[in-house]
């Protein structure tokens, strides 16, 4: 071999030898200088009470530290790897057009008909208002129409329901230019007895929603505002899908539970507890978590677990990155990308594929050093 040969080896060892020196570094130090992002209402610091959220009295959960994960540490009762068919099972369900939502351990979903109903909100012109069910005042607001159970709408519930919009629209405004001039309809009962009675859902539901019509119905409990707030999240949200390419449901009910939990002030008491979890490296692989399509038939223990993981890479897309990133990358999903072309264009490197953004969602779920939310 001659000089040049040998000068040839030496120079591409060493630019090698640099490049994983560089990698060694990002991965371990520089990511950590990243700007982060606080957010105060932290689940994975809260009890199951929604009253612990606002209080936060209670430290971060000290974790026994775990390998990343594999498949077989996954818990018994998990499957490793989860249907090809895109979903739980194979049952299609129909479109409904009014969707009930559990009294207790909410977990509601909504399916594809109710989902890709959505966009017809966002057409112009007048529209009536729904009239006031029997023994319900109305009241007409910037944002909603009010109907409450009793003699007037309470100035304590038009101040809540129009700053929850406000809170809401922090993270979701862009993708709901429509609420400026249509409105949605609140039916807020006193008692489950008058919910039942002009809705006629059975006993155990806690709320109903009609996507496609901008209703929801509850009654009073400690849930109702979370409930209204997961649910005006679809209503929002989901209307920036047209009916061609809906929102795929693991980032529907991501975006969904993050509103709810961290600006409708009500955790679900299983979030926590699945977000341990994960934390320990349970889970499901990303490529099939978000396959699925309908959770319909599915193991309560599954469902809850795919909704906290769901809820999870949501938190960290929309925390990763300042700017318009996460609205880029939903836009390019809209737009009938691939998922990982989105991620890429809206985030760059190294997200150019959905293995690399697992292992840096799983990187930062253990140490909050990506995008600092679990510090």
């Known amino acids: 071999m001659d000089i040049l040969a040998k000068l040839r080896v030496l120079f591409w060892g060493l630019v090698l030898g640099l490049w994983g020196l560089f990698m060694y570094q990002y991965m371990n130090e520089d990511m950590s200088m990243l700007k982060r992002f606080r957010v105060g209402k932290n689940p994975l610091s809260a009890s199951a009470s ?111 329901v129009e700053a929850l919009h406000g809170s809401i629209m922090l993270d979701l405004v862009a993708f709901s230019p429509w609420s400026r001039e249509k409105k949605v309809f609140i039916f807020f009962s006193q008692s489950q007895e008058t919910y039942r009675r002009i809705t006629g859902r059975p006993g155990w539901s806690g709320g109903a929603a009609s996507l496609s019509e901008r209703k929801i119905y509850l009654y009073k409990s400690d849930e109702a505002f979370g409930i209204l707030a997961h649910e005006l999240t679809h209503i929002y949200f989901d209307s920036f899908f047209p009916a061609s390419t809906p929102s795929p449901l693991w980032l529907s009910e991501g975006v969904a539970t993050y509103i709810q939990s961290e600006r409708g002030f009500s955790t679900p008491a299983w979030l926590s507890q699945n977000l341990a979890l994960l934390q320990r490296g349970n889970g499901f692989k990303l490529g099939d978590m978000v396959r699925i399509e309908n959770l319909q038939g599915a193991d309560e223990d599954n469902v809850r677990l795919w909704y906290a993981q769901s809820y999870s890479v949501v938190r960290f897309l929309m925390k990763l990155k300042s700017g318009d990133a996460f609205y880029v990358f939903c836009r390019n999903l809209r737009d009938g990308k691939p998922a990982a072309q989105s991620l890429y264009q809206a985030y760059g490197m190294p997200y150019n594929k959905l293995s690399s953004l697992e292992y840096a969602w799983r990187y930062d779920l253990k140490t909050g050093k990506i995008s600092g939310v679990n510090r």
């Not at 109710?114 to 029997?134: F, L």
């Open 50 to 160: 929604p009253a612990a959220v606002l209080k936060r009295n209670l430290q971060n959960p000290q974790l026994p530290a775990q390998p990343a994960y594999p498949a077989a540490q996954l818990p018994a009762q998990l499957p490793a790897q989860l249907p090809p068919q895109g979903t739980m099972n194979l049952v299609r369900p129909g479109a409904a057009a009014i969707k009930d939502i559990p009294a207790v351990g909410m977990i509601p979903e909504h399916s594809e008909g109710e989902r890709t109903a959505v966009p017809a909100g966002r057409a112009g012109g007048e529209e009536k208002y729904p009239p006031a069910p029997r023994g319900f005042a109305m009241k007409v607001t910037r944002h909603f129409v009010v109907y409450e159970e009793g003699p007037e709408v309470s100035a304590e519930l038009e101040e809540t």
